[in-house]
């Protein structure tokens, strides 16, 4: 069964940090392209980082470059995105996805910036 399970995220205050998790399984983890994405209330979903199957490309949404860091680890199906000086524009609920031949989403979660 595959699922993607999201965790780490909650409260916290305007220049704060937060870690996420996605823990992947049911699927080839390292053969996959891993992304995170938001969404806050009334907005599209937009598209934070990505990450490529070894790693060594990531790529960035401008809002977010500088303070956000994408990383997996292919020996735990764990990807991370590591949260630095967080403001109130970047809560939304976050979801992992997972794409190569199929795509998969997990079901988020929220992040709250707020003082």
């Known amino acids: 069964q595959v699922q993607l399970v999201e965790s780490g995220g909650g409260l916290v205050q305007p220049g704060g940090s937060l870690r996420l998790s996605c823990v992947a399984s049911g699927f080839i983890f390292s053969r996959y392209t891993f992304h995170w994405y938001r969404q806050a209330p009334g907005k599209e979903r937009e598209l934070v980082a990505s990450?490529?199957?070894?790693?060594?490309?990531?790529d960035y949404a401008d809002s977010v470059k500088g303070r956000f860091t994408i990383s997996r680890d292919n020996n735990k199906n764990t990807v991370y995105l590591q949260m630095n000086a967080l403001k109130s524009d970047d809560t939304a609920i976050y979801y992992c996805?997972?794409?190569?031949?199929?795509?998969?989403w997990g079901q988020g979660t929220q992040v709250t910036v707020s003082s």
């Open positions: 996805k997972a794409t190569w031949e199929t795509t998969y």
């Open positions: 990450i490529m199957m070894n790693g060594a490309s990531t």
